[in-house]
């Protein structure tokens, strides 16, 4: 199975700073890298799929890179309504996994 | 709108069954995979199973494997899962998702059924 680390597990910024998220995988899954964002309470809901293309609807203060084995969340500029918790997954294997999770909180 | 609901869960002793169900609408069904991934209170995400859009190819992760079933039908815009053997372990917000195209890799979960909670307990 295909291991995928989140890094932090858990961040505190505050309104308006830069955060970034990285996910390793444990081996090459190429661009086949997907996150997600769930509020409190909530389903989680998809935000960036094949590692930099933001889903419809999705501000832009959010973008992802990478590829290979190392990726990045970002969130340019960080709002109230981004308290959540992220989590990357890849679609390249069967399982396909998720990382362990990034609670992000306002400061 | 593209949407999901899922139904049935609720509370069961250790080695009973529950048959979850998701209701799809707003989107050519039999085109997509779909998929179940379940949480446990408090913990992360882990994938289920997969059922691809033809229903011809169907995957689950090893710890479910041999006492789940997923199946579709096309007919009414639904897919189910059927758990056996159930176990503590199993406790659990069950989510139905779409997936982004009929196969079971290569692509992405969009959108999240609400989810619905299973609490294996005696």
């Known amino acids: 199975d295909v291991q995928m680390t989140q890094s932090p597990s858990s961040l505190s910024a505050s309104i308006g700073d830069r955060v970034t998220i990285t996910c390793r995988a444990s081996q090459n899954i190429y661009r086949y890298l997907n996150w997600y964002q769930q509020k409190p309470g909530k389903a989680p809901t998809l935000l960036i799929y094949?590692?930099?293309t933001l889903q419809s609807g999705v501000p832009s203060t959010f973008s992802g890179s990478g590829s290979g084995t190392e990726f990045t969340l970002t969130i340019s500029s960080l709002q109230p309504g981004d308290l959540a918790t992220y989590y990357c997954q890849q679609s390249y294997n069967i399982p396909t996994t998720f990382g362990g999770g990034t609670k992000v909180e306002i400061k | 709108e593209v949407q999901v609901l899922e139904s049935g869960g609720g509370l069961v002793q250790p080695g009973g069954s529950l048959r979850l169900s998701c209701a799809a609408s707003g989107f050519t069904f039999s085109n997509y995979a779909m998929s179940w991934v379940r949480q446990a209170p408090g913990k992360g995400l882990e994938w289920v199973s997969v059922?691809?859009?033809?229903?011809?190819?169907?995957y689950y992760a090893d710890s479910v494997k041999g006492r789940f079933t997923i199946s579709r039908d096309d007919s009414k815009n639904m897919v189910y899962l059927q758990m056996n053997s159930l176990r503590a372990e199993d406790t659990a917000v069950y989510y139905c998702?779409?997936?982004?195209?009929?196969?079971?890799?290569?692509?992405?979960?969009?959108?999240w059924g609400q989810g619905t909670l299973v609490t294996v307990s005696s």
């Open positions: 998702i779409k997936k982004s195209d009929s196969g079971w890799q290569y692509n992405w979960f969009d959108p």
């Open positions: 094949e590692a930099s």
């Open positions: 059922i691809s859009g033809s229903g011809g190819s169907r």
